[in-house]
């Protein structure tokens, strides 16, 4: 299954499944991403703050 995106002499064949494997693929690493910044944020601001203004919580407890 073929999807033709330009119409023109230098027409570009994407397979779907070549689509899809790059959201799947997206999914992961923005998952992956977000899990390291959740522990970046539990070491650097849980330790040392006890917990008072940690990122999770969002911008109104942090000054707390």
């Not at 397979?15 to 923005?30: A, G, N, W």
């Amino acid at each position: 299954m073929k999807a033709i995106v330009k119409p023109d002499a230098d027409s570009y064949n994407i397979d779907v499944t070549d689509i899809f494997f790059l959201q799947e693929y997206y999914k992961v690493l923005s998952n992956l991403l977000y899990t390291n910044l959740r522990l970046v944020d539990l070491f650097v601001y849980g330790k040392h703050t006890n917990q008072k203004n940690h990122l999770s919580k969002g911008p109104v407890h942090r000054g707390l």
